[in-house]
């Protein structure tokens, strides 16, 4: 069985290992082998079985007395404690708090897990990303390359164009080792965190499409699953199960003693019954109840706090994401474009002998700064709306 249990699990890593890997088969593979995951499923199990015996009855005390080794006396009884319904109602209502606090720490931390694999994806895209460029501009720096080393041996080109050319390709070739660099550190940090073993083909490589900004900004406007609101609402359930277990009856208990008593000097026999009654009437209740009801007022003040806090900073985050939107649209539509179009004609006029090399050096470099800064703002806002994940508490944008 184990041998088998072996190859199921061998196969599935060479599965993943062949394929690509998805968000969901990665998230679902990490949620499976994770320990912390499986620790609040236990902790909750204990919570449950917690509240299945509340309602039990507090174990019977057996009781044995014994003077003078049992010559003049012996007394044997048994106690049974009954406690008021109301405290039993009250440490279920606390369990049953803890319950749901247990609950929102383990979606927390699935969130957080959700959001760690979440940026392995983005950190991976983005250096991919990177490759993929310096790749391009390498390939179509070396046939400028090609084409003027042809020019230099027809004495049509000076060697310091040559040079110049040298260096660029040398630049490039330097980033695209870094990259590479990156790109299998990521891949073997992303292999080890899956516990599995991945390589660069089995990765993502593209951005999904970001959400329209209608779809954004009406998430903003559904806050009942932000962490940060749901904690302090589990914060006030348990200040109010707690105001509720400090509200004491008059009586909490009252236990039950029978037995019997035994003198074998006389061969005689009693019986022994007993009531006693546990009652809070000099534990300040009064006061008791007031700190709680304020502790109560304090969480619900908190929860105001909370709720206009998110409330600026849904208008901070949602600015920022129009600013660099815009941005972003007009590097995409507009300026690269332009900027792509003005290289080529530069290339082309210098081909011809009608410009200098630099000025093509020049349309080059600000062609790549403009891609370079169109990959970051990507980058960027799909960094945000990863946050904004985690502030709403729901899955607003996801890779494929």
């Not at 606090?101 to 760690?116: N, P, S, V, W």
Request: proline content about 3%.
């Amino acid at each position: 069985m184990y041998k088998s249990i072996l190859i199921v699990a061998i196969c599935s890593t060479i599965a993943i290992a062949q394929t690509h890997l998805t968000f969901d088969e990665g998230y679902k593979r990490k949620m499976s082998l994770d320990a912390g995951n499986r620790a609040f499923k236990n902790q909750r199990t204990a919570l449950m079985l917690s509240s299945d015996i509340v309602h039990a009855l507090p174990s019977t005390e057996l009781e044995t007395v014994v003077e003078n080794f049992g010559q003049d006396e012996i007394e044997i009884s048994a106690k049974q404690v009954f406690e008021s319904r109301r405290v039993r109602k009250n440490r279920q209502s606390l369990i049953g708090a803890d319950i749901k606090a247990l609950d929102l720490e383990a979606t927390r931390y699935k969130r957080q897990i959700h959001f760690r694999l979440s940026t392995y994806f983005l950190e991976i895209i983005n250096v991919n990303s990177q490759v993929q460029f310096s790749t391009e501009r390498l390939e179509v720096t070396n046939k400028m390359f090609d084409w003027q080393n042809l020019q230099f041996k027809e004495g049509a080109l000076a060697e310091s164009e040559l040079i110049r050319t040298r260096f660029s390709i040398a630049d490039i070739e330097s980033k695209l080792v870094y990259y590479q660099a990156i790109q299998s550190s990521l891949t073997s940090e992303l292999s080890s965190y899956l516990d599995t073993v991945l390589y660069i083909e089995n990765l993502p490589s593209a951005f999904p499409d970001f959400p329209e900004y209608a779809v954004i900004n009406d998430s903003w406007s559904h806050l009942d699953s932000a962490p940060t609101l749901q904690y302090q609402q589990a914060v006030i359930r348990s200040l109010e199960a707690e105001r509720q277990a400090s509200d004491l009856p008059l009586i909490t208990s009252m236990s039950f003693t029978a037995g019997m008593k035994l003198i074998p000097e006389f061969n005689q026999k009693f019986p022994v019954v007993g009531i006693s009654l546990e009652s809070p009437l000099f534990t300040r209740r009064s006061t008791m109840k007031k700190i709680k009801k304020y502790e109560l007022d304090a969480g619900i003040d908190e929860l105001e706090r909370v709720t206009k806090e998110l409330s600026i900073k849904k208008e901070a985050w949602l600015n920022k994401w129009s600013t660099d939107g815009m941005q972003l649209q007009l590097l995409e539509t507009s300026l690269i474009p332009k900027a792509t179009e003005l290289y080529d004609r530069i290339n082309n006029e210098y081909r011809a002998g009608s410009r200098p090399y630099l000025e093509v050096l020049d349309a080059q470099g600000l062609l790549t700064d403009l891609q370079e800064r169109a990959l970051s703002l990507r980058v960027e806002q799909a960094a945000k709306l990863l946050e904004l994940n985690v502030i709403l508490g729901e899955t607003v944008y996801e890779f494929n």
